[in-house]
C-alpha cells in the first residue's frame, strides 16, 4: 500500500504563507512558472497589506492569480519542491 502526502491549499493567503517560508522556490524558477509565482506573491502581500480602500480591487486580483497558478506546469514545480505527492486548492 502506498501513502500520498496530498497538500491541501486551503486559500491564496495559506499558499502565499507557505512560498513566503521559502522563498528558493519562486527565485529558482524560471520563465512562466517564475513570473506567475511573482505576481501572485505580488497580489496576495497587495491584498494583506494594501490599502482599504482598494480592498475589493485588490481581492479580484488575487483571486485571478490564484486562478492562474493552478496550471499543470506551475502546480508540478510546486509539487516537486513542496515534496508532495499532489496539492488540491480550495
Known sequence: MQIDKIMIVES???LWKILETKEE???QSVNNVFYSLRLFMDSVS???NGCKC???ENYTEMMENYALIQTEEIVSRLVEELECDK???K
Do not use: A, G, R, T
Open 46 to 48: 497587495n491584498y494583506i
Open 87 to 89: 496539492i488540491e486548492f
Open 25 to 27: 522556490i519562486i527565485d
Open 12 to 14: 491564496p493567503v495559506h
Open 54 to 56: 482598494l480592498e475589493e
